[in-house]
């Protein structure tokens, strides 16, 4: 089993078109550098990636000791990491204790219906993470120079941010947006901001290029994007980079203002829960 690369393709969120327009942010042919530093979520999914390959490579069984020689992590690290794999479905433990391919693994290794398996999948990594942050999860790709939600998670406690302006046209406001143009080069991010004007959306919304350019420069990569209602009156919302090799997205979330004391709290539980997520775009 070899390391795929990541991120699939996936349909657009809510009537959106799946059709995405060509722009290229440089010359044509030519890609956006990026400002990849390693986070939490991609060193744990690199991880797992190494002992899903290690259990592939034994489709009758392999020992946690025989998993932790060969893939070199500690016993501690190793545990942790089988059981996020268990309960995702992507290992199994068989009666001598010995670990087996599960049946997640199975439905996206196959080609075929690998888009929808993939969808569902993430579908229910979404729904148990909104249930265990209590805020609506969305995932989000900057395709094409574009901002785009690919999915989300909400529920009737738990409502998804009313898309009063186009995520695509306001970037510079939301938590995704700046958290997916917060992954690209200086250039990447001028060439996005001057193809979308920087419109005042409530009065926190910050218009000036050279503030939100200072910022997303200051902004560690390990800390969760925060939006505090410069997009919406009556929300605030959080990002964590979910992103590896020349793909750039996100993972998201939202809550009205009347929750925001929760927000730092929920950022932090939803950087934590991105490693899963991104292990399913992963395969």
């Known amino acids: ?74 016993t501690e690290r190793l545990t942790a990491l089988l059981r996020m794999l268990r309960r995702e479905g992507y290992v199994e433990q068989v009666a001598d204790g010995e670990y087996v391919p599960g ?29 265990s942050v209590g805020a609506a999860i969305y995932i989000s790709r900057y395709i094409d120079g574009e901002v785009h939600v690919t999915q989300c998670a909400e529920g009737p406690t738990t409502p998804a941010v009313h898309e009063w302006v186009d995520f695509r046209s306001s970037a510079h406001a939301s938590a995704v947006g700046k958290s997916l143009l917060g992954q690209l080069d200086l250039n990447g991010r001028r060439d996005h901001l001057a193809r979308h004007k920087m419109a005042r959306l409530t009065s926190r919304t910050i218009t000036s290029e050279r503030v939100l350019l200072s910022r997303l420069d200051a902004q560690p990569p390990t800390v969760p994007v925060l939006d505090l209602q410069e997009y919406a009156v009556g929300t605030v919302c959080a990002a964590v980079p979910i992103t590896a090799g020349s793909s750039v997205g996100c993972l998201a979330l939202s809550l009205p203002i009347e929750h925001a004391h929760r927000l730092r709290q929920a950022a932090e539980t939803l950087n934590k829960g991105a490693a899963p997520v991104l292990l399913s775009l992963a395969i």
């Open 103 to 131: 049946a997640s693994l199975s439905r996206l290794g196959s080609t075929h219906g690998h888009d929808q398996a993939l969808r569902e999948k993430l579908q229910h990594t979404l729904d148990r993470l909104r249930d």
């Open 1 to 74: 089993m070899s390391t795929p690369a990541l991120f699939t393709p996936l349909g657009g969120y809510r009537g959106h078109s799946q059709a995405v327009r060509k722009r290229p942010t440089k010359a044509q042919g030519e890609t956006v550098a990026l400002k990849h530093e390693p986070t939490a979520p991609n060193h744990s999914a690199q991880d797992a990636l190494r002992v899903l390959e290690t259990v592939a490579r034994h489709s009758t069984g392999v020992t946690d000791t025989e998993l932790a020689r060969r893939t070199g992590l500690g």
